[in-house]
């Protein structure tokens, strides 16, 4: 990261995602020399075989720098659609969509979120899947498909069976993005910035888009289990990368501490404001630590359903840690800060976002605070 990504890290994000993807090849190439290329994969798909107690470490020191997980091919949402794919896919998908993924040679996202229902309860989706001989015929809006610019398929959640009862009305099925009927309508604007490839979120039309049905991810009705089970690492990975975000924010502001000179014969450093948000950002980020270690240990020791509670505890504790140590830095930077001259306005601007996906705030504090109230007897 000191080395190679670090020092090119202001230029790659001041330039458009499609030229920056030019450098960051020629870095993706150097990781795969070195043996380091997807540490989370087992040695036999080219990986390092990592327990999640060990990504979680690597993990938190690649998202130091932004790029730092693409280069490494651990970026969502290609990880998630790598995980779950390889639990559920056809050997014939597997070949033709998952190795190249797995290979970096090609990229993927996934597509849930509809404008028109809430996507914290997607029971009520819009999107349908029909049977129609061989082939399922897809009809549906989404947005905010991460990264869908240039992908070169979509796993879809659309319903397959609306009479089923809610949890087993939709499925995952594979879209091709070269499919007829798949448009991109727009990479959608966050915070003035809509971005592109990689580093954006788009909405997309699907309209009679025709796709083998050999194209189906697991069973016909299993799209909101196989969301959960790849929600469940998806959010730990997220909460591994905050750690690392927030470190290099709390690099950031302490080097600015120490250098600003306010014109008093003071550094900044020595305001007692500043040394409190130090101090409460260096403990905050300790503890965010060890609990989300904590979680990759029980995932490691008893999977990723018996952490529900923990990876719940772990995704709106880490993003509102995340959220106030962004600010510190921002505001101890004063102007500086929210200019694009360092590269905390990229992640001001990025990572709002956590409080919102892989399930709000609201919705991991309630499903955690009820299950901790089943455990006295509360029905809920
Ligand atoms: C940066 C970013 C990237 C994303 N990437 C993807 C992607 O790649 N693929 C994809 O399919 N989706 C993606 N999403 C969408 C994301 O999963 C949804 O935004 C999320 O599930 C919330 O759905 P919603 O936006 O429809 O909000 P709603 O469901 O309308 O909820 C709005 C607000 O209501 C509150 N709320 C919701 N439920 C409760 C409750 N039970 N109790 C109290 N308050 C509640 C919360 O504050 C919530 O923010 C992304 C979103 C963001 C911001």
């Given at each position: 990261m000191e080395e190679e990504l670090y020092p090119i890290e202001m230029d790659l994000l001041h330039q458009p995602f499609y030229k920056a993807a030019i450098i960051l090849e020629a870095k993706r190439v150097k990781v795969k020399q070195l043996g380091l290329w997807a540490p989370y994969l087992s040695e036999q798909d080219g990986g390092m075989g990592l327990s999640m107690i060990e990504f979680a470490q690597v993990s938190e020191l690649m998202a130091t720098t932004p790029f730092g997980h693409y280069v490494f091919n651990c970026q969502a949402p290609d990880i998630g659609n790598i995980e779950l794919m390889h639990k559920y896919a056809s050997p014939l998908l597997k070949e033709k969509y998952l190795q190249p993924l797995m290979k970096g040679s090609i990229r993927s996202c996934f597509s849930m979120t509809e404008p028109g229902h809430a996507g914290s309860n997607?029971?009520?989706?819009g999107t349908t899947a029909v049977l129609e001989g061989d082939e399922y015929i897809i009809n549906g809006h989404k947005w905010f498909?991460?990264?869908?610019?240039?992908?070169?398929?979509a796993i879809v959640m659309a319903n397959?069976?609306?009479?089923?009862?809610k949890y087993e009305r939709a499925s995952m099925i594979l879209v091709p993005a070269?499919?007829?009927?798949?448009?991109?309508k727009r990479n959608i604007s966050v915070m003035g910035d809509a971005g592109e490839g990689y580093l954006s979120h788009s909405e997309i039309e699907y309209t009679n888009c025709r796709v083998p049905a050999s194209h189906l991810i697991g069973k016909e009705g299993s799209g909101f289990l196989l969301a959960q089970e790849r929600l469940g690492p998806g959010r730990i990975h997220h909460c591994m990368r905050w750690i690392g975000i927030c470190e290099r924010a709390f690099q950031l502001m302490c080097k600015r501490a120490v250098e600003r000179d306010m014109g008093d014969g003071t550094k900044l450093g020595q305001k007692q404001t500043i040394q409190n948000w130090i101090a409460e950002s260096r403990a905050e980020i300790n503890a965010a630590r060890y609990m989300v270690l904590h979680a990759a240990y029980k995932m490691d020791l008893e999977g990723s359903k018996a952490a529900k509670n923990e990876i719940s505890a772990i995704k709106f504790f880490v993003a509102d840690i995340l959220m106030k140590v962004l600010d510190r830095a921002i505001q101890t930077h004063g102007a500086l800060g929210i200019t694009?001259?360092?590269l905390l306005s990229f992640w001001y601007r990025h990572e709002r976002g956590a409080r919102i996906y892989d399930g709000p705030d609201e919705v991991h504090k309630s499903s955690l605070a009820k299950a901790v109230l089943k455990e006295y007897g509360l029905k809920t």
């Amino acid at each position: 990261m000191e080395e190679e990504l670090y020092p090119i890290e202001m230029d790659l994000l001041h330039q458009p995602f499609y030229k920056a993807a030019i450098i960051l090849e020629a870095k993706r190439v150097k990781v795969k020399q070195l043996g380091l290329w997807a540490p989370y994969l087992s040695e036999q798909d080219g990986g390092m075989g990592l327990s999640m107690i060990e990504f979680a470490q690597v993990s938190e020191l690649m998202a130091t720098t932004p790029f730092g997980h693409y280069v490494f091919n651990c970026q969502a949402p290609d990880i998630g659609n790598i995980e779950l794919m390889h639990k559920y896919a056809s050997p014939l998908l597997k070949e033709k969509y998952l190795q190249p993924l797995m290979k970096g040679s090609i990229r993927s996202c996934f597509s849930m979120t509809e404008p028109g229902h809430a996507g914290s309860n997607p029971v009520n989706m819009g999107t349908t899947a029909v049977l129609e001989g061989d082939e399922y015929i897809i009809n549906g809006h989404k947005w905010f498909t991460t990264a869908a610019d240039g992908a070169r398929f979509a796993i879809v959640m659309a319903n397959t069976n609306n009479n089923a009862s809610k949890y087993e009305r939709a499925s995952m099925i594979l879209v091709p993005a070269d499919t007829t009927g798949f448009h991109l309508k727009r990479n959608i604007s966050v915070m003035g910035d809509a971005g592109e490839g990689y580093l954006s979120h788009s909405e997309i039309e699907y309209t009679n888009c025709r796709v083998p049905a050999s194209h189906l991810i697991g069973k016909e009705g299993s799209g909101f289990l196989l969301a959960q089970e790849r929600l469940g690492p998806g959010r730990i990975h997220h909460c591994m990368r905050w750690i690392g975000i927030c470190e290099r924010a709390f690099q950031l502001m302490c080097k600015r501490a120490v250098e600003r000179d306010m014109g008093d014969g003071t550094k900044l450093g020595q305001k007692q404001t500043i040394q409190n948000w130090i101090a409460e950002s260096r403990a905050e980020i300790n503890a965010a630590r060890y609990m989300v270690l904590h979680a990759a240990y029980k995932m490691d020791l008893e999977g990723s359903k018996a952490a529900k509670n923990e990876i719940s505890a772990i995704k709106f504790f880490v993003a509102d840690i995340l959220m106030k140590v962004l600010d510190r830095a921002i505001q101890t930077h004063g102007a500086l800060g929210i200019t694009d001259d360092t590269l905390l306005s990229f992640w001001y601007r990025h990572e709002r976002g956590a409080r919102i996906y892989d399930g709000p705030d609201e919705v991991h504090k309630s499903s955690l605070a009820k299950a901790v109230l089943k455990e006295y007897g509360l029905k809920t």
